[in-house]
Each structure stands twice: as structure tokens, then as C-alpha cells.
């Protein structure tokens, strides 16, 4: 499958079950705005039938490599990001990963438990990339759990494999030249923002400045009844260019590791 068909696909989910996101969009774009995505993110653990490496590989397929190593170290996570060669507007894909034995055996024993109810003909499928929860049946006690230890190991449990975020590269935006004016713009709007660490994270000394919207709420069905908790957000990224004059490309782990507060219970 070509790129642009997997990221169409991905962006069906997303911005149907995040209204926002497609609010946003539709925002910059009836201003008459081309909107670019800088990357588009996904979580996942290192167990070795979901980890980083399974989930690249529909994007390695399309021809995408391999370009950025991250290590988080209080989130416990391990990051690699991706880019497809000769296509700048081709959105970078950062695959985050939770370092399962670094928790508790209670978390690793219930993120473990739910893969093993996976079909293993979709643990080697394409679509798991966009297949989202994996359980038929989530538990909000066990959700509230995980909560405790792990923002990102609750999220994973509730939400499954999908796109966490996309991002619109600021780069690309004529009438915003900063991002401080993007948020700007967008809290006029009535988007609250991500204020972990600042509104922005990162300075043009680091090449790169990320915001981001708070995650939407949404509906999610559990055993005990729906609940309402964080689902997926709307990010924003502005790159600097390095001293041979090429645009920056890469991350921040400093900066990432705030923006993975989007999501958080607030």
C-alpha cells in the first residue's frame, strides 16, 4: 500500500472519532491554508509482537526509514521516527514504546493478557495500525489502574492501535509565521491547549517548537458503562533550519515527552 493511502486511512479514524481535530483542519484550510502533516505519532509496547518494529513495518513497505532514536526516561518509553526519502510533505511517523519491564508486574500482566487475546493473523496484518482497541471487552477499574502507574499504559489499554496525533506543520501556514500566533488563533477558537512544561515546548535554539490542543473527551464503552476519558489531540509543530540550511527533521525528547501530557486525565 502506497503512503498516501495509509495515512488517508489513518486519518478517516482519527478525525472521525476526534471531532476537533477535523474542526481544526477545516479551520486553516477555509482561511486558505495547505495543510501539511509534520508526522503522525502512535504508542505501543515493547512486547515483540507489537513493538516498534511491528508497527513500522506497513510504513518500511511503502518506503519509509528509519531516521531517530529516543529514550524517555521517567515516561519509560523508547521512540523511533521514520521518514520517506525524496518527499518532504510526506508526514515523519514517531512510534513510541512503553518499556514493559520497567513497571509493575500487575501493568505488564494486563497489557500481556489483552495482546494475548489478539488473533494472530491481525498481530501480522497492516491494518493493526489502525485497528484500535484491542479488547472486546475493557474494564474501567483496570483502566483506572493502569491510570495510577501509567497515563500512556491506560491510553494504549482503552484506545489500541491508531493514530495518537497528527500534527499540522506551521512551516507550511502563510499567515502564521510564529506559533505563539497558531495557539493564539486557536484558543480565540475555544481549543484549550496542553500547558505542561508552557504552552511551547522547545525554542528555536533547539530547532524545533511543538503545541498542542488537550486531547478530546470521548465516549468509550467499558463493562461498568461509558465513560468519558481523554482520547486522541491535535498537534503543531514549527522546524527551524540547521546551520547548512537544511529544515531540522528530528525530535526533542524534552519537548515529546510534554506533549505526551495531551492525553493525560485532567
Not at 103 to 113: A, E, V
Not at 205 to 233: H, M, N, W
Not at 245 to 264: C, H, N
Request: proline share 5%.
Amino acid at each position: 500500500m502506497k503512503a498516501s493511502e495509509i495515512f488517508s486511512k489513518l486519518w478517516d479514524q482519527y478525525s472521525r472519532e476526534n471531532p476537533s481535530a477535523e474542526r481544526i483542519f477545516n479551520l486553516f484550510q477555509n482561511s486558505g491554508e495547505k495543510v501539511v502533516n509534520d508526522h503522525v505519532a502512535f504508542r505501543t509496547c515493547n512486547d515483540p509482537r507489537v513493538n516498534i518494529d511491528v508497527l513500522a513495518r506497513p510504513f518500511l513497505e511503502a518506503g519509509y526509514v528509519p531516521a531517530g532514536e529516543y529514550y524517555f526516561e521517567v515516561k519509560k518509553l523508547r521512540a523511533r521516527h521514520f521518514e520517506l526519502p525524496g518527499d518532504p510533505e510526506s508526514p515523519r511517523v514517531f512510534i513510541s514504546e512503553l518499556i514493559l519491564e520497567e513497571f509493575s508486574q500487575g501493568l505488564q500482566d494486563t497489557l500481556r493478557k489483552q495482546l494475548d487475546e489478539v488473533p494472530e493473523e491481525l498481530l501480522f496484518s497492516p491494518d493493526l495500525i489502525h485497528h484500535g482497541s484491542l479488547s472486546s471487552s475493557l474494564s474501567y477499574g483496570v483502566y483506572e489502574s493502569l491510570r495510577e502507574e501509567s497515563e500512556y499504559a491506560a491510553w494504549l489499554y482503552a484506545f489500541g492501535f491508531r493514530a495518537n496525533h497528527f500534527t499540522v506543520s506551521v512551516n507550511y501556514l502563510t499567515a502564521f509565521d510564529k506559533l505563539e500566533a497558531v495557539n493564539a488563533f486557536l484558543k480565540e477558537k475555544g481549543y484549550p491547549l496542553n500547558n505542561s512544561g508552557g504552552e511551547i515546548k522547545g525554542t528555536p535554539e533547539q530547532l524545533l517548537e511543538q503545541s498542542s490542543t488537550l486531547a478530546d473527551r470521548v465516549e468509550v464503552s467499558f463493562s461498568e458503562g461509558v465513560k468519558i476519558i481523554p482520547g486522541c489531540y491535535y498537534e503543531f509543530a514549527l522546524r527551524y533550519p540547521q546551520k547548512d540550511g537544511q529544515i531540522f527533521s528530528g525530535f526533542i525528547a524534552g519537548s515529546a515527552d510534554k506533549i505526551f501530557e495531551s492525553t493525560d486525565y485532567r
